[in-house]
């Protein structure tokens, strides 16, 4: 993409730029508007791709690089000595350095090195008194004076509100986007859900995640109280969790935003979209809100709260992501199937509704594979982290189902004097539209571990996988079982193929999709064996073992792990029930019709009619409800959704 937005090395972004942010002093251009470090009468270098560094699993042997566009950023926009100070410093090169803060008095550094790419350190001053502050990066092998990228950080006393009432639109744009702040934006949203390694975080709420100060690295970045008193309530299903991400970020920074107006498809016929709203626009729901509050910057936090739970939640939706992947108007572009694309931020379009954000790369190493972790918002407003695997990430390539895998947000700049979309970033790419599924899959486990696998290493992160995945349907069955509790029932259940969207109890409760994507998942760990011993050369296959061998071993270690692992639910009265994974697997013909909320816990997990485990059992669906269940089966015995009409 060539537009002149790329901000030059060792900037950081101004607090009185955002103070000071207008609709009469924005610029017409897209350059940002704060730098440092950089001459002012000097000619931005050209865009770089933002896929551009060496695969992760590769440790380049660390040097000095004098252009390694090292970004420095710090919040909160306005620092001031009752909130952390923290200093974020970015870049797509794996450097080695040490980040430091220093003045009044007080030094701190760090030399953590996250992420990859873009890479990047965080170093932080909890408790800062008032006075000038040095910001610097300097690269461990350089020599004295080279490598290095610093900041003026002043601190005051009290902090400069940068949040205003809007005159027009939710929020004014007055920075644009740009490869420096695409990888800022990573990296906020990598600390965001950022959790040890094998763990599996969940909430329930998004809001929770964003007042959660140590987690979030833009709290209160405004000054306005925005994520503490002020905060509005968040809770966005699996469509709007991207977006309420992006915006969420843009509104912080002052950056556009804006989203098309799409349809789901149906008859035959993909998604398509048109238009762009943008933050900018009128909205009638978030000037409703501003005008009911005294105060400038809560008028902007109302506002910007209002357009989250009314505007982009009423417009974004599954068909969004879905769009085909050479529609201009939509607000995703296809990338490239490699370890560099696929950054915290990009989005994975289910073709079957479901959107998956990026939230980590862990790289490969010799005792186990890559990971790729992404985190995804559900109907009942629960927000959870979970692995990359073929049973959370559907994959098909019917034309109807619209354009599904990863996918970025197309940037909107700005473009005389209005804002628009641009085509996207260097990453664009459309290789996933020559794969078929096996070959789709195949890709993508060659990206995320590059050398040959164990393969019973590779069976029993599968194994857990699936562990991860029973366990989360536990606590959306039991979520229903409360539901039920509260004596509304029964829930009206849609006709069709809308079964797997809707609005109200259903949508929160019910789980068809969550139940189509386990029936496949546990296909998917039956069919282990068999798919090393399809691509033997993708795994490092014992001395003096065939194949078929290494399938027949695998076989017998499916068996004693699935057997050894267990999962208990709650039942209807109260009391707890264990099934091994065994158990699970071989229910899968009752899983084909376990989905309706209006039934009984003990039924939605396939409990044989009179044994002790159904014992306990007090609901049932109606009859109708439980006859279209078994017209609606093969569906899920077949593993595939229904088209929409």
């Not at 609709?23 to 897209?30: I, M, S």
């Not at 550094?109 to 170093?123: L, T, V």
């Not at 610093?150 to 940068?162: E, G, Y």
């Not at 009911?292 to 902007?300: C, E, F, H, N």
Request: charged fraction near 25%; glycine fraction near 8%.
């Amino acid at each position: 993409m060539r537009y002149e937005s790329f901000v030059r090395a060792r900037w950081v972004l101004s607090a009185a730029v955002l103070c000071a942010c207008s609709r009469t002093r924005e610029p017409e251009g897209l350059a940002p508007v704060a730098s440092a470090s950089a001459s002012a009468n000097a000619a931005p270098p050209e865009p770089k791709a933002i896929a551009s560094a060496a695969p992760a699993f590769v440790e380049e042997p660390a040097k000095c690089e004098e252009g390694a566009n090292v970004h420095l950023f710090t919040t909160p926009s306005s620092p001031w000595t009752g909130a952390t100070v923290r200093v974020l410093a970015t870049t797509d090169r794996p450097l080695a350095g040490t980040l430091v803060i220093e003045g009044a008095g007080a030094r701190v550094e760090s030399d953590a090195r996250h992420g990859g790419p873009p890479y990047f350190w965080i170093a932080e001053l909890p408790a800062p008194k008032a006075g000038s502050y040095t910001a610097s990066f300097t690269q461990k092998p350089c020599d004295a004076g080279k490598g290095v990228a610093t900041a003026q950080v002043n601190v005051a006393t009290r902090p400069t509100i940068a949040a205003s009432a809007p005159k027009d639109g939710v929020w004014p744009a007055c920075m644009a986007w740009s490869s420096a702040i695409e990888n800022v934006y990573s990296a906020w949203l990598e600390t965001l859900f950022d959790a040890p390694d094998g763990e599996m975080p969940s909430w329930s709420a998004f809001h929770e995640v964003l007042r959660d100060p140590k987690r979030n690295l833009l709290h209160d970045y405004l000054g306005a109280g925005e994520d503490s008193g002020n905060a509005p309530v968040i809770r966005p299903d699996c469509a709007d969790l991207p977006y309420m991400l992006r915006a969420y970020f843009a509104f912080k920074l002052r950056l556009p935003f804006g989203l098309a107006e799409c349809n789901r498809g149906g008859g035959g016929a993909p998604p398509s979209c048109k238009g762009i709203l943008t933050n900018e626009d009128h909205d009638d729901r978030a000037t409703a809100a501003a005008t009911a509050k005294t105060k400038p910057s809560d008028a902007a936090v109302a506002a910007f709260g209002a357009f989250l739970r009314g505007t982009l939640a009423d417009r974004a939706h599954s068909g969004s992501a879905r769009a085909p992947f050479e529609d201009e108007s939509a607000d995703y572009y296809p990338v490239a199937l490699t370890w560099e694309a696929l950054r915290p931020g990009t989005i994975y379009a289910d073709p079957y509704g479901h959107v998956l954000v990026i939230a980590k790369r862990i790289p490969q190493t010799s005792e186990r594979g890559g990971q790729l972790l992404a985190v995804d918002g559900q109907p009942d407003g629960t927000v959870a982290r979970k692995r990359y695997w073929r049973g959370n990430f559907l994959y098909a390539t019917e034309r109807e189902l619209g354009g599904p895998g990863f996918k970025r947000f197309r940037p909107v700049v700005r473009k005389n004097g209005s804002l628009g979309r641009s085509d996207g970033w260097d990453d664009r790419s459309t290789d996933a539209q020559t794969l078929d599924v096996e070959g789709f899959y195949d890709k993508m486990e060659d990206v995320l571990s590059p050398r040959p696998l164990d393969p019973e290493r590779a069976m029993m992160e599968t194994i857990a996988a699936l562990e991860e995945q029973v366990r989360t349907r536990v606590s959306s069955v039991d979520n229903g079982r409360k539901w039920l509790e509260k004596g509304k029932g029964p829930a009206t259940m849609p006709e069709g193929a809308e079964i797997f969207e809707t609005t109200g109890a259903w949508e929160d409760f019910a789980t068809p999709s969550r139940d189509l994507r386990l029936l496949i998942a546990i296909d998917v760990v039956r069919g282990f064996p068999a798919r090393v011993s399809r691509r033997p050369t993708r795994y490092a296959m014992p001395a003096g073992r065939t194949p078929k061998d290494v399938e027949a071993d695998l076989a017998k270690i499916l068996a004693r792990e699935l057997d050894a692992r267990r999962v208990t639910y709650t039942r209807t009265d109260g009391s707890p029930f264990t099934l091994t994974l065994t158990e699970v697997l071989g229910r899968s013909t009752a899983l084909e019709t376990a989905y309706d909320l209006n039934d009984c816990v003990e039924s939605r997990w396939g409990a044989p009619a009179g044994g002790d485990e159904a014992s306990t059992c007090r609901a049932h669906a109606p009859a109708e409800q439980t006859a279209r269940m078994q017209t609606y089966r093969a569906w899920f015995h077949e593993r595939r959704r229904p088209p929409r009409k």
